[in-house]
T-cell receptor, first 115, second 114 residues
């Protein structure tokens, strides 16, 4: 079974600064998807960014980018120019391409943005 | 607007009672999922369904039941057999044909057992 580990329960960043959230995963598969979801206080899960494992290029969405290291099984999220609205719980998730296409989530990182 | 609607948002239950959480989607998605969220444990999969009239157990299915009689609907019943039902429940769906892999989530239901 796949596992996803987020070793940082909480992180803080100053407004306009950059922060990196860590995620590692364990799998024996070669083809899969990785995601970062954001859960603000409203508790609505919002997709931040996705990465297909077969793509070597790191995904980027505006101020959000990932550092995908397939051999190391690492998938970190970098948030540039942090804004107050970025404060939320961030979940890393893994999805295999078979077996019901279920998502396996990490335990989350609570990000605080300070003025 | 297309989306996923969960109801009720808040629900209180006495011990020994069964309760059903509703999940409806108008995204024309084939697959639907139920997750449970507890503090410090992330999201854990309860049940999922890839097609109408078919569903599979997830990692923590004990004490729960589901049905998938319509493509749009995937209700979750929390039975009295569930030992610790107080939690936040999230329903999600995915468009199989698109295969982008992402799940779309509802706003969740908070269940509290008194």
């Amino acid at each position: 079974a796949q596992t996803v580990t987020q070793s940082q329960p909480e992180m803080s960043v100053q407004e306009a600064e950059t922060v990196t959230l860590s995620c590692t995963y364990d799998t024996s598969e070669s083809d899969y998807y990785l995601f970062w979801y954001k859960q603000p206080p409203s508790r609505q899960m919002i997709l931040v960014i996705r990465q297909e494992a077969y793509k070597q290029q790191n995904a980027t969405e505006n101020r959000f980018s990932v550092n995908f290291q397939k051999a190391a099984k690492s998938f970190s999220l970098k948030i540039s120019d942090s804004q107050l609205g970025d404060a939320a719980m961030y979940f890393c998730a893994y999805r295999s391409t078979g077996g019901g296409n279920k998502l396996t989530f990490g335990t989350g990182t609570q990000l605080k943005v300070e003025l | 607007d297309g989306g996923i609607t969960q109801s009720p948002k808040y629900l209180f239950r006495k011990e020994g009672q069964n309760v059903t959480l509703s999940c409806e989607q108008n995204l024309n998605h084939d697959a639907m999922y139920w997750y449970r969220q507890d503090p410090g444990q992330g999201l854990r999969l309860i049940y999922y369904s890839q097609i109408v009239n078919d569903f599979q157990k997830g990692d923590i299915a004990e004490g729960y039941s589901v049905s998938r009689e319509k493509k749009e609907s995937f209700p979750l019943t929390v039975t009295s057999a569930q030992k610790n039902p107080t939690a936040f429940y999230l329903c999600a769906s995915r468009g199989v044909r698109a295969n982008t892999g992402e799940l779309f989530f509802g706003e969740g239901s908070r269940l509290t057992v008194l």
